[in-house]
């Protein structure tokens, strides 16, 4: 296992695979292996493709279809239970895997990123590392980072998931500073399509084209200046891997919400999240929009309130996973007290953190 492992999950030959290798050996990224899991409809080809683009390239690349990871995991079988087939989340076993086997940062691709000509595991070995960086501070507590992003028409859009209630012109106001600073989180941003919600894709396509002149290739966002992040071209340091959950009960936006709260934790902690490079090019998978619609509008709607749950919860601990369980507790407690006016909204926020804490006690159990 290298110092960063990639995951990927796919229902597809991942042919993308080639262009990462190509993007390691041109930049000589050497300490890199890649982790692919199979789902039920993986094409059984898939095996003898990862070994032959191993061989070619002299990239470690391990494949586990269904009954590789019941063997790798065969002694957590609670955790290989969280995860059903045809299923997406499946790439988060990749994690744990990664994890388990000492991993020091964990960069997270979807199957339809495709790397450009920057170096793409040398941008995100900026994770897990304590480095001179330039802050942006916003005193609405947002940053809308799709700001630093060209559209080919100037349509104004955000991330998929990013509050409503904050989706206005002063979420790309900008203060800067700079510090020495710890990152625990890299999101590349994406060009063509970029993660915008359903609605947003409905009302207009949006096309990246670049980032904009005047943002740093990585630009870090002061801590209690939120922002939502996926789980595409996206790397975790080593002490956020255990962490990283995605309930199914909160739908397409389960990795938004977990990402508000790694927000909350690094907050806690002082440390950042970073966006900007590497760059990536998503040729997005084809999608319902309308389904999209479905499922995304009972989270839309939760989300202010779920986020002022984390906001206002108190943090004392001194561990990154020990606040995780910390803050779990605390925003169960408070959610009991909190006056939501949609019973189908106040249920999926606490269905969030009862999955989260089995999550939790499962990943204790692991790593203590």
């Known amino acids: 296992m290298g110092k960063t492992a990639i995951t990927i ?39 003898e493709y990862c070994k032959k683009i191993s061989n070619e390239f002299k990239v470690e690349i391990v494949y586990l279809d269904i009954d590789g990871q019941k063997k790798a995991l065969s002694k957590h079988k609670d955790l290989l239970e969280l995860f059903p087939y045809n299923t ?9 895997l990664s994890y388990l086997k000492g991993c020091d940062r964990l960069i997270a691709v979807d199957d339809d990123n495709y790397t450009t000509e920057h170096d793409f595991v040398g941008f995100h070995s900026i994770t897990g590392k304590v480095v001179d960086l330039k802050l942006i501070k916003n005193d609405s507590g947002w940053f809308n980072v799709h700001s630093a992003l060209k559209e080919e028409n100037n349509i104004p859009f955000y991330p998929r998931g990013f509050p409503w209630k904050q989706r206005n012109p002063e979420s790309n106001k900008k203060k800067y500073s700079s510090k020495k600073i710890k990152v625990v989180v890299n999101q590349g941003l994406v060009l063509e399509d ?4 359903a609605i947003s894709r409905l009302f207009w396509p949006i096309r990246a084209t670049g980032m904009k002149p005047g943002f740093e290739k990585q630009f870090g966002l002061n801590p209690g200046t939120w922002s939502p992040f996926n789980y595409q071209n996206t790397s975790l340091c080593r002490e956020i891997i255990p962490l990283y959950y995605r309930p199914q009960s909160t739908l397409r936006n389960g990795d938004i919400w977990t990402a508000y709260l790694i927000n909350k934790l690094a907050e806690h902690f002082g440390h950042v999240i970073t966006f900007g490079q590497p760059l990536v090019k ?45 803050l779990i507790k605390n925003c169960q407690k408070d959610l009991e007290k909190m006056k939501i006016r949609g019973a189908s909204e106040k249920e999926m926020i606490k269905q969030f953190f009862v999955e989260y804490q089995r999550w939790y006690k499962i990943v204790a159990d692991i790593i203590n």
């Open 88 to 96: 997406p989340d499946r790439i988060m076993l990749g994690g744990m």
């Open 194 to 197: 970029p993660d915008i919600d």
């Open 282 to 326: 998503q040729i997005r998978n084809p999608h319902d929009l309308w389904d999209d619609l479905d499922i995304e509008l009972i989270n839309n709607r939760a989300a202010d309130n779920f986020v002022s749950l984390l906001r206002n919860a108190e943090l004392t601990k001194n561990t990154y996973f020990e606040a995780l369980g910390e």
């Open 9 to 47: 999950t796919t229902i597809n030959v991942p042919e993308f695979i080639k262009g990462i290798c190509q993007n390691l050996i041109s930049y000589k990224r050497l300490d890199v292996s890649i982790l692919v899991i199979g789902d039920v409809k993986t094409p059984v080809e898939t095996k």
